[in-house]
């Protein structure tokens, strides 16, 4: 399939999100620096967020920086700390020329304030679009979530609504996760909502992720039967099946 093949967006999923993993080992076939994939990294994002909105995907979460990667040598994580801030500056202008609402997901209160200030303003600049959303998910761990949403959910008095509480409460959960890398794992992403999501893996590097793979990877999708715990015989007879939690 070549990359401009347009799937049928009625089976596109919603929501994708990906671990992009591979960025250290992409530089270091090239006798680069750890960080040089990083930055090859985010041309790849620029072309999955293309990709995922000419499918007809409506929502995007990819995992920038996990609350695990604080344990990288210091100068790795503040070249990915300023990686980040870059792009805050560089590309929220063009999102939103888009029409896409961007968000950040994660413990942002450890982050400094300058770019804790660029994603209020990005995030207010956003809010009131809808052709698309992309959430980056930055000091994020799945744990953080269900943690911190259990804590809400107590101050609140009720903790039956905890779900209510988590990060990604407001958007549909994640039909298709991608991780490329070669690792076949979570990593302490997005613990509660991949519960029924279809899991893609690929031993591509981040950095080598073109819109052709991400079409690759959406036409698996396409083959895919979700049951949602039901019978496939049950699914030929029933209106369309969505998760009942
Ligand atoms: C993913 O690439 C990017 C981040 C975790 C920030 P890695 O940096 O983990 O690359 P590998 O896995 O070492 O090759
Ligand atoms: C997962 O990749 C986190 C991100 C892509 C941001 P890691 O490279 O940190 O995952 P592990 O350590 O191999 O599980
Ligand atoms: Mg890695």
Redesign the pocket.
């Known amino acids: 399939m070549s990359a401009e093949t347009v799937i049928d967006s009625s089976a596109a999923p919603r929501h994708v999100a990906v671990v ?7 530089a ?1 076939r090239r006798f680069l620096p ?1 960080v040089a ?2 930055k090859q ?1 985010l041309e790849a994002v620029r072309a999955l967020i293309r990709g995922c909105m000419k499918h007809g995907v409506e929502c995007l979460t990819i ?4 609350s695990e ?1 604080w344990q990288r040598p210091p100068d790795e994580v503040s070249f ?1 700390m300023d990686l980040f801030l870059r792009a805050l500056r560089e590309e929220v202008q063009k999102l939103h020329g888009n029409g896409i609402r961007f968000s950040a997901v994660g413990d942002v209160s450890v982050l400094t304030e300058e770019t804790q200030k660029l994603i209020r303003d990005a995030e207010s600049l956003t809010r009131a679009n809808h052709q698309f959303r992309l959430n980056v998910a930055v000091n994020y761990g799945g744990r953080w979530d269900l943690e911190q949403a259990v804590n809400r959910a107590q101050l609140s008095g009720d903790v039956r609504t905890f779900a209510n509480h988590l990060a990604f409460a407001d958007q549909p959960d994640p039909d298709l996760f991608i991780r490329t ?1 070669g ?1 076949r794992r979570i990593s302490n992403f997005m613990l509660w909502q991949l519960a029924y999501t279809e899991l893609y893996f690929t031993d591509t ?2 950095p080598d992720f073109s819109e052709a793979e991400l079409a690759e990877a959406l036409k698996w999708f396409a083959t895919r039967e979700r049951r949602f715990g039901k019978t496939s015989d049950q699914l030929r007879h029933d209106s369309p099946v969505t998760a009942t939690t």
């Open positions: 992009m993993d591979g960025n250290g080992r992409w270091k750890r994939g990083h990294g995992f920038a920086f996990s990667n990915l890398g690792e590097l981040w």
